[in-house]
């Protein structure tokens, strides 16, 4: 995450109306884990903060790229999400990526 772009594995998104939640280990801790709720601008923290990703059974992957869009359109506004492998990298496998057809 960085202002104006987000970075996930080999893929890259620009704008400031980006948001990311993921979830990431805590170095030295084989149990402990770190959630992550971020924007890449203002925008991008609008569209982060309208969830309710501290709900019981709320239902996130491990990692959801999207834009502030998704509000008014669900699905299609969702960039990137998934699952990590168990080496908390991102595979082809366990990953959904919009190429426009949701």
Same mark, same amino acid.
């Given at each position: 995450m960085e202002? =104006?772009?987000?970075?996930?594995? =080999?893929?890259?998104?620009?704008g400031n109306d980006l948001a990311a939640y993921f979830v990431w280990p805590i170095?030295?801790?084989p149990?402990?884990?770190?959630?992550?709720?971020?924007?890449?601008?203002i925008n991008g923290m609008k569209a982060a903060n309208a969830n309710q990703y501290f709900a019981g059974a709320s239902g996130f992957p491990?990692?959801?790229?999207?834009n502030l869009d998704m509000l008014q359109t669900g699905a299609l506004g969702?960039?990137?999400?998934?699952f990590f492998d168990n080496n908390?990298?991102?595979? =082809?496998v366990n990953i959904v990526e919009n190429n426009g057809k949701f």
């Open positions: 202002r =104006n772009k987000i970075t996930a594995g =080999n893929k890259q998104w620009t170095q030295g801790s149990i402990a884990s770190v959630g992550v709720i971020s924007g890449s601008g491990d990692f959801m790229i999207f969702v960039k990137f999400a998934g908390w990298k991102i595979d =082809n």
